[in-house]
């Protein structure tokens, strides 16, 4: 059963432009949601993340919307870079528990 | 540097044989994650401990599979008589933990090849 779903395998964007990564979750009991960049041959880094008790959290050019209505996080990167190119993930997570889920990831690519 | 460390990067073994993986995570940390990826994947929850005790064990986690903590700091994973199907990237993460939820902040993985 996969809790946390990235239904867009990949993702074009020309650079400067804004790139949008979607991330939907079926488990109403999530209260904490992230999102990690991954390499090529590294480990996820930790991007941004976001409680449920906000519905926006910025950090430079990188916001998280959640709508916990619809169970739907999104990603919104503005402007793009081609350094932005690689695979994000999104997770989430029950306070107080210990596993966190990852969704399938995204895989972006920015157009110079 | 000071994040989460992972020895070795690659390993290849022969199917039959056990592997041994370190994790040095981030030293005021005490919370640490073993997690498991494969192609196409998002990284799968294989195990987690506070401290020294292992709190949590995935299903994902055989009885060929072993995790230890000892005193809190260093983790190993070792995997017993390997199976192609345990090819895959091996990663260790750790963070802090309080009250609530917070971010956790992964090595650059152990890729294990079985042939």
């Known amino acids: 059963d996969q809790q946390v779903k990235q239904n867009s395998p990949s993702l074009s964007v020309q650079e400067g432009r804004i790139s949008i990564l979607n991330c939907d979750y079926t488990?109403?009991?999530?209260?904490?949601f992230l999102w990690y960049k991954k390499y090529p041959a590294e480990g996820p880094t930790f991007l941004i993340s976001i409680s449920s008790i906000k519905d926006k959290n910025e950090d430079g050019r990188f916001t998280v919307f959640l709508n916990k209505s619809a169970k739907h996080l999104s990603l919104h990167i503005v402007p793009s870079q081609p350094g932005d190119s690689a695979v994000y993930f999104c997770?989430?997570?029950?306070?107080?528990?210990?596993?966190?889920?990852f969704g399938t990831g995204t895989r972006l690519k920015v157009l110079a | 540097d000071t994040g989460v460390s992972q020895d070795p990067r690659h390993k290849i073994t022969k199917r039959g044989q056990n592997v041994t993986f370190r994790c040095d995570p981030i030293?005021?940390?005490?919370?640490l994650y073993w997690y498991r990826q494969t192609l196409g994947q998002g990284p799968e929850f294989l195990t987690y401990f506070q401290n020294e005790a292992q709190l949590e064990k995935s299903r994902l986690l055989s009885d060929r599979f072993s995790a230890e903590r000892p005193k809190g700091s260093f983790s190993t994973l070792e995997i017993q008589r390997t199976e192609q199907g345990d090819s895959a990237m091996y990663l260790c993460?750790?963070?802090?933990?309080?009250?609530?939820?917070?971010?956790?902040?992964f090595g650059n993985g152990t890729r294990l090849t079985v042939t």
């Open positions: 993460a750790s963070s802090l933990g309080g009250t609530g939820a917070s971010p956790l902040h």
């Open positions: 030293s005021e940390h005490n919370r």
């Open positions: 997770a989430a997570i029950r306070s107080g528990t210990y596993k966190y889920i």
């Open positions: 488990n109403s009991m999530f209260d904490y």
